[in-house]
């Protein structure tokens, strides 16, 4: 997955369309509820019209949790793109060291790699970190700021 095939919303255009729709909706009932009940005296009709602006309600608040549900799973989503992007030990290149001697890989020196960090970035990181990819980055020295969490600058 690279940075350029990102979506920059993480939601569809039919989630825009059910919430706006669902809200519209929920609000009108609620507002015409609002004026059956004050166009009646009759204590049981308007416990009707209460019911009527309880179910605009339901429509509403169901649109928008359905609207933080999409978003939820976008978070998710998201991560689980962050934690696939992180370099990993897998099992092929472990049973391949573990039968023949290696040199030391970079992560293993002590030369430590050329840090970066972003315009409104208060962390350093490393320069293929998936936090700064695709963003324009200048040199920081080790003294610039903490380091990321994510490629342990
Ligand atoms: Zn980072």
Redesign the pocket.
């Known amino acids: 997955m690279s940075g350029a095939g990102r979506r920059p919303e993480p939601w569809r255009d039919g989630d825009v369309l059910t919430v706006c729709a669902t809200t519209l909706i929920g609000l009108a009932v609620i507002v015409a509820a609002w004026f059956g009940a004050s166009g009646t005296v009759s204590a049981p009709r308007q416990a009707a019209w209460l019911n009527v602006g309880v179910a605009g309600f339901a429509v509403s608040a169901g649109g928008l949790c359905l609207w933080l549900l999409r978003l939820r799973r976008a978070v998710g989503e998201r991560r689980v793109a962050l934690i696939s992007l992180a370099p990993q030990e897998d099992s092929e290149e472990a049973s391949r060291t573990a039968a023949s001697p290696r040199p030391a890989r970079s992560a293993d020196t002590t030369v430590p790699l050329p840090l970066v960090r972003a315009a409104g970035m208060a962390?350093?990181?490393?320069p293929d970190?998936?936090?700064?990819a695709g963003k324009d980055v200048t040199p920081a020295g080790l003294d610039d700021g903490e380091?990321?969490?994510?490629?342990?600058?």
């Open positions: 962390r350093l990181h490393h970190c998936p936090l700064v380091p990321c969490g994510v490629c342990a600058a």
